[in-house]
């Protein structure tokens, strides 16, 4: 048995993609069948209906962004059923993105990530769907992600932080950038321009017991080939995480500013549009009181250099690596006409008749435009570290301490 604060110092200096396959983690779940699991968990909320997300088989040349989504309530077991009996074959059905607390309390109990080396993990997250339940390509800005597939097959699609993705603040949601290109029903393939070129796709298939390690700031698109559960935990990464919420925050801010007033549109249509359904809700909070206070902690932070970006921490991480490399699994690169033979495949669910979805939305562009060149991780990076670099200066030149 590998110690877990060996495998913890692996995951946390993977800069690229792992499986960890063999890896027995000893989770109550992996003793019950799919079926098992969904009448589990009708007896534990009474056979209640819970609310799932809906989408088409077929999408217009735009990403399957939520706003785009209808809502169902099923039951556990009214899911399983469709699921089998291809009821399913038009759309898909997803209940995701929600917390282990809602299961019944043997089964997230058992739910721990302390065999990989983190104890008393925090939003441990379950996502459930059928087949062609997708997410949008993107990439996380706070932390990295550990991902266990339990039932079903997953597809994933990966790019290195450095890929020529284009960024987009809309749909906005914190600590999420999507990206513009469509990777579920592409019309066209000119979108891409050089990527998957130089070895910077990579694909992945999860099948049941396989861990994914998703390193920090990778571009991923997620879809299930098969009716799929899988849970996953993002680790936090304190000292990128800090700035990374500075960051978060200046975006934040600039959304609001520039949704204040949409009574041009009309019924908040502009706030729907730029907003991913999700953050509609949140509590309105005074950014400006928050701004200096994290920045604050990024200076704090960034004092000493992270542990885990030393040389000698690197190197002990990739020695784990290889020492048990019949668990760890480097994910490697697909090349050019791999990727583009999956996105050939994923074209013939482009129906031109939907891309009235993308003209609605036409007389949003201007505004959606002046947000991704305010947003853009670039010219946020860069006004978070010129902000930085102003607080530092006036510490320096007046003895201030940080409280």
């Not at 990778?218 to 936090?236: A, F, K, M, Q, R």
Request: proline share 5%; with cysteine.
């Amino acid at each position: 048995m590998i110690d877990p604060l060996d495998i913890r110092t692996a995951i946390s200096t993977a800069n690229e993609p792992y499986i960890l396959r063999n890896f027995h983690l000893d989770w109550e779940i992996f003793r019950l069948t799919f079926d098992d699991w969904c009448q589990r968990m009708d007896k534990h909320i009474r056979n209640e209906a819970v609310q799932f997300t809906s989408g088409t088989m077929k999408h217009c040349d735009i990403p399957y962004w939520e706003r785009f989504r209808t809502h169902e309530h099923l039951t556990f077991s009214e899911f399983t059923k469709k699921s089998i009996g291809d009821a399913f074959n038009d759309r898909w059905y997803s209940h995701s993105y929600r917390d282990i607390l809602s299961w019944p309390e043997s089964l997230s109990k058992s739910i721990s990530f302390a065999k990989l080396g983190f104890e008393n993990t925090e939003d441990i997250l379950f996502w459930l769907g059928s087949k062609g339940a997708n997410t949008p390509c993107h990439y996380d800005t706070y932390g990295f992600n550990i991902v266990v597939q339990v039932f079903g097959r997953k597809s994933w699609l990966l790019f290195p932080p450095k890929t020529p993705i284009t960024a987009t603040r809309v749909p906005f949601e914190e600590s999420s950038v999507y990206c513009k290109q469509n990777f579920y029903s592409p019309a066209d393939m000119d979108q891409f321009g050089d990527i998957g070129k130089n070895q910077d796709a990579f694909e992945v298939t999860l099948s049941p017991g396989d861990i994914l390690i998703v390193p920090a700031n990778w571009w991923h698109y997620v879809e299930n080939l098969e009716t799929s559960l899988t849970v996953n935990t993002w680790i936090p990464l304190n000292v990128k995480d800090s700035l990374a919420r500075l960051g978060e925050c200046f975006v934040r801010m600039q959304i609001e500013q520039i949704t204040a007033d949409d009574s041009d549109f009309g019924n908040e249509e502009l706030r729907k549009y730029i907003y991913n359904p999700n953050e509609m809700n949140e509590p309105d909070l005074n950014l400006m009181n928050l701004f200096k206070p994290l920045a604050d902690v990024v200076i704090e932070n960034t004092k000493n250099e992270d542990p885990l970006d030393s040389q000698e921490t690197l190197s002990r991480g990739q020695e784990i690596r290889d020492k048990y490399h019949s668990t760890f699994h480097k994910v490697e690169p697909v090349s050019h006409d791999r990727f583009r033979q999956i996105l050939l495949q994923n074209s013939v669910r482009h129906e031109h008749a939907l891309d009235e979805r993308k003209i609605n939305g036409m007389r949003f562009q201007e505004v959606e435009n002046v947000i991704n060149a305010v947003c853009h991780p670039k010219t946020v990076d860069s006004a978070c570290q010129l902000y930085l670099q102003q607080i530092r200066n006036e510490i320096s030149k007046n003895g201030l301490v940080i409280k």
